[in-house]
Every structure is written in C-alpha cells, then in structure tokens.
C-alpha cells in the first residue's frame, strides 16, 4: 500500500512540473488588436503578457512602406506591459513582430497584423 502512495505521489509530483515547464509566456491583450481594421492611426503600440517578461525586440512593418522607425529600447528589468509610441502611419497592411525571454528562460515570438484605412 505504501508502495502505490509513494508511486501515485511521484506521479503526481512529475506531472506537475512538466505542467508548470510548458506554460510559457502569452500576449494576452494587444492594441491594435491582431487582424484589426482601423480607420485612425494608432498612437501607440500596447502589448500586455501573462506574467514579467523581458522584451527583446519590438518591429513593425509595413506591407507597402516597409520598416517603420519606432522609439523601442530593450530593458533589463522585466515587466508584464509594454507601451511605445508610434509616429504618424499610412495607409497599409503592417505587422508587429516581437520577442521576449520569459520567466522559465524561454524565447517566445509572435506577430499582430492590422490593416489601416484612413478613407473609409
């Protein structure tokens, strides 16, 4: 009886760390929302994760202009919010590409896409 207790602990143990091990870092909320048609440039980039992340790389391009300078600089201390600013923008098709390194050490990257149509 002792035997199957300590086995069902260790199991139960096991499971739980390849829980935690596989539950990296997520974009909970973004504005601009991905697959978003505005009719307003945005004024800002605004990305919010699930837990402290550390933002390595923020970009945005887009379809026809190519890349658009925007005012991001790496910080070493983490933070679960991130805002840039963002200049006045066309009309385009554009996409934010960005990468962190999570709590666990992990890399994750991920894409927002978002079309602007200022003439409708």
């Not at 066309?90 to 149509?117: K, P």
């Amino acid at each position: 009886m002792l035997n199957k207790m300590m086995w069902a602990i260790a199991l139960w143990a096991a499971l739980a760390v390849t829980n935690i091990a596989f539950a990296h870092s997520a974009l909970i909320f973004s504005s601009p929302g991905n697959n978003t048609q505005l009719t307003e440039s945005p004024e800002a980039i605004h990305l919010e994760f699930n837990e402290d992340v550390r933002l390595l790389a923020l970009e945005l391009s887009g379809e026809n202009q190519g890349g658009v300078e925007i005012d991001f600089q790496r910080n070493r201390a983490a933070t679960d919010v991130f805002h840039v600013d963002l200049p006045h923008l066309q009309d385009d098709t554009y996409t934010i590409t960005w990468t962190l390194i999570g709590a666990d050490g992990h890399r994750v990257s991920g894409t927002i896409l978002f079309a602007l149509n200022t003439a409708e």
